[in-house]
């Protein structure tokens, strides 16, 4: 296992053993320094944002290697996938030392100066990840089932990660201010239809009165580790053909989980208090799901028969 992990692209690998070291930062951070900001533990950020991109990092460094066509061009987007977020962690750790919001701060100077520049980054990290999926949506390089677990994720992610596209947008309150030449403090937000720093789920900070757009974002992100996940525990449990369908049938049923959040988030609701009509949704995808996955599986059945 070792041997393998050398191979993969090593400057994503870097980044994941820096997000390591700005987790432990986190967690000393949450246990001594008792500030709050915007409702939160000055430190829940930059904690919850070195495990995302710690996993994603690994993740991506190992499609990469999997690579034999296009892999010299997959590196080079990965090389600028490692230094877009990089950056992007030294202004969250940056700005939670200095006690001030590194998302959508307004304020005159060195802060707003710090969003634009992540606001770039995360773009370019976007564009390079594009590339990365459409080298890797052009090849075989695994089993049926993996691959269409590679594929799937993938796309999902780029989807999940442009949900991030939304939060920079002005709230009424704050475009309001514009129309009377007032520049907000904080232009944009995550949170839908309240004000983001209310109560928040523990860990997670995910708003529990209103919309959220950090879900959405979250759940679509890591697909890139579930269905490659579901592609390996399925393995020893049924034929190549069977699992390829299994998971498609997963990957389908993520990518409307996803639509579901976004859709709920954007309307204001709380991921705990969903209303009937989200809930009817939720009941079709899943039994949608789960009959298409139990027709996958009888389908086979029938044929050895």
Same mark, same amino acid.
């Given at each position: ?50 495990v995302s991109i710690a996993i994603y990092a690994v ?73 990365v999926a459409i080298v890797l949506l052009r090849q075989?390089?695994?089993?049926? %089932? ?21 939060? %920079? ?104 208090? %969903? ?31």
């Amino acid at each position: 296992m070792l041997q393998e992990i050398r191979t993969w692209h090593r400057p994503l690998l870097m980044l994941a053993v820096l997000n390591v070291a700005t987790l432990v930062l986190s967690v000393g951070g949450l246990l001594f320094d008792d500030r709050v900001l915007i409702g939160d533990p000055i430190w829940q950020k930059p904690f919850k944002f070195s495990v995302s991109i710690a996993i994603y990092a690994v993740t991506l460094a190992w499609m990469i290697s999997l690579l034999q066509k296009g892999k010299r061009v997959a590196w080079w987007m990965g090389l600028v996938t490692s230094v877009m977020l990089a950056i992007e962690m030294v202004v969250i750790v940056g700005q939670t030392i200095r006690g001030v919001p590194s998302h959508f701060n307004n304020s005159p100077g060195l802060d707003s100066l710090l969003f634009d520049v992540m606001a770039y980054a995360i773009v370019v990290l976007w564009v390079s990840n594009v590339v990365v999926a459409i080298v890797l949506l052009r090849q075989r390089v695994l089993d049926a %089932p993996m691959m269409w677990a590679i594929r799937l994720g993938m796309v999902i992610a780029l989807a999940g990660m442009a949900v991030a596209f939304f939060m %920079p947008t002005p709230t009424p309150e704050q475009l309001e201010l514009m129309r009377n030449d007032i520049d907000p403090a904080m232009v944009g937000g995550h949170s839908v239809g309240v004000a983001d720093g209310g109560p928040g789920m523990p860990i997670t900070g995910w708003s529990t009165i209103g919309g959220d757009l950090r879900i959405p974002h979250f759940v679509g992100i890591h697909a890139m580790q579930v269905l490659p996940l579901l592609a390996l525990f399925l393995r020893r449990r049924f034929d190549t053909e069977i699992r390829t369908r299994l998971v498609v049938i997963g990957g389908i049923f993520y990518g409307g989980l996803l639509g579901l959040v976004l859709w709920q988030a954007l309307r204001g609701q709380s991921l705990i208090a %969903p209303d009937s009509l989200t809930l009817g949704v939720l009941g079709v995808l899943v039994v949608g799901a789960a009959g298409a996955w139990a027709s996958a599986v009888r389908s086979k059945g029938k044929e050895l028969v």
